[in-house]
């Protein structure tokens, strides 16, 4: 045998390996009900209605984007969390919102990153503040 096949060897057996690893592991992971970031947001929605139907919140989620992007229209984002009514509002409005492309980025972000990006210190405690008068107990 050569060297080269040994090595061929090694290599099917370290990409065997590394399948069977992966297959078990996320066989485990499933069993012990690790769940993943959208599961754990819409078990959290599930616990208080939502306020509006699922549609508004795509509207809400534009409005939003349009906000941030046109002319950083602070008035609009703060219009659309005083319509936010309970926590599932917000965290179903930042699931709807879901990742989009910022404006001169490569990738795509999520609600919480665009509001980091695209506001003051003080426009962003003034969003938390609005949400606090509503009695939602959630901060950006």
Not at 17 to 28: L, M, Q
Not at 47 to 76: I, W
Not at 86 to 114: A, H, P
């Given at each position: 045998?050569?060297?080269?096949d040994k090595n ?75 319509d936010m009514r ?43 503040d609005i949400l ?9």
């Amino acid at each position: 045998m050569t060297k080269f096949d040994k090595n061929m060897q090694m290599g099917a057996f370290a990409l065997i390996a590394v399948v069977v690893f992966y297959y078990f592991g996320s066989r485990r992971g499933k069993g012990l009900g690790v769940m993943s970031a959208s599961a754990a947001l819409n078990k959290e929605i599930e616990q208080n209605p939502l306020t509006y139907e699922l549609s508004q919140y795509g509207v809400f989620a534009d409005r939003l984007e349009v906000a941030f992007m046109g002319t950083d229209d602070e008035q609009a984002i703060y219009s659309v969390f005083s319509d936010m009514r309970n926590r599932s509002d917000v965290l179903q409005l930042i699931k709807s919102f879901g990742k989009r492309r910022q404006e001169y980025t490569i990738g795509k972000v999520g609600l919480s990153t665009w509001i980091s990006y695209q506001l003051k210190n003080k426009e962003i405690a003034e969003i938390n503040d609005i949400l606090a008068r509503n009695y939602i107990d959630f901060k950006f």
